[in-house]
């Protein structure tokens, strides 16, 4: 089974909207994080936002927030009042694990492609 | 902070060649450092978690003698393609998290990549 699923391929979206990224997770652990990477074209990914499991508050960043729904295994992504330069591809990820020594990979999902038309 | 430099951004060999890549922790140190491959158009793969002071651990299917790594130190691990093909031709991007906050909730902290093609 697929430990991380994006359905959206690619979205399209008018300038200053708002704009929601869907992500649904898999994992029996207790302890996991989830977490939004940014990527545009020139291939560097961007840390946006992170969401711990035992977070009971949904994670914000700026215009980032996380909308986390632990019992439908759920962490979509909003980016509120959209800009051209939101235009990238955007992935969920997860980091499964209890222990602290820092060797938990990161396991991503197949992305989406967010286009912001002007 | 928590820069991690990668270089070279790209690279272009001949078939046959090795290539390495290194990956370096600017303003942290990390007992591990992962090296993903990532194909046009699709998502990031892990290929191998690099260890500082031991064996790397690669995941399936991932030759262990065709890509090198070595982790000499808590800032450094480098990734050497050996004979490579063209179809070793992808982009592989290595990431860290600083050792004092290492930790299940920690993100990792991505280089810029190296975009590898094989001639």
């Known amino acids: 089974a697929q430990k991380i699923t994006q359905t959206q391929p690619g979205m399209f979206v008018q300038e200053k909207e708002a704009v929601t990224l869907d992500c649904t997770y898999d994992t029996s652990d207790q302890s996991y994080g989830l977490f939004w990477y940014k990527q545009p074209s020139s291939g560097e990914m961007i840390f946006l936002i992170y969401?711990?499991?035992?977070?009971?508050q949904n994670a914000t960043e700026g215009r980032y927030s996380l909308n986390f729904q632990k019992a439908r295994k759920s962490a979509n992504l909003v980016i509120s009042a959209s800009q051209l330069g939101d235009s990238a591809m955007y992935f969920c990820a997860m980091r499964e694990g209890i222990s602290n020594f820092g060797n938990e990979k990161l396991t991503f999902g197949t992305g989406t492609r967010l286009t912001i038309i002007p | 902070g928590a820069v991690v430099s990668q270089h070279p951004s790209r690279v272009i060999c001949k078939s046959g060649t090795s290539v390495k890549i290194e990956c370096r922790s600017l303003?942290?140190?990390?007992?591990?450092m992962f090296w993903y491959r990532q194909f046009p158009k699709q998502s990031l793969m892990l290929m191998a978690t690099s260890n500082e002071g031991s064996k790397a651990t690669y995941e399936q299917g991932v030759e262990k003698d065709k890509f090198l790594i070595n982790h000499a130190s808590l800032t450094l691990s480098t990734l050497t393609v050996t004979s490579a093909h063209p179809e070793d031709s992808s982009f592989y991007i290595c990431?860290?998290?600083?050792?004092?906050?290492?930790?299940?909730?920690?993100?990792?902290?991505f280089g810029n990549g190296t975009r590898l093609t094989v001639t």
């Open positions: 990431s860290a998290t600083p050792l004092a906050v290492s930790s299940y909730n920690s993100p990792l902290h």
């Open positions: 303003d942290f140190q990390a007992t591990t």
């Open positions: 969401q711990g499991s035992y977070d009971e």
